[in-house]
């Protein structure tokens, strides 16, 4: 039997939301040894000069504890 982990992460990017998922799960994997899978809890953005500047994502992130 295994046990679950979940963390929160927010995580951006300048080209779209699934670049900053990308980024966030490749950061996270760094750190958290087996990562297994992750939900989006928030997407947002800021805004400048009426346009998009930033692309951010709240993830959940869920990974195996060892042993």
């Known amino acids: 039997m295994s046990v679950a982990r979940v963390t929160e992460i927010t ?4 080209k779209s939301f699934e670049d900053a998922l ?3 799960i490749s950061r996270a994997s760094k750190t958290l040894h087996n990562v297994k899978g992750a ?3 928030e997407q947002t953005c800021v805004v400048e000069d009426g346009k998009v500047s930033e692309y951010r994502v709240n993830l959940k992130v869920s990974f195996i504890l060892n042993d």
């Open 22 to 24: 990308r980024i966030g």
């Open 11 to 14: 995580a951006s990017s300048h």
């Open 39 to 41: 939900w989006i809890q």
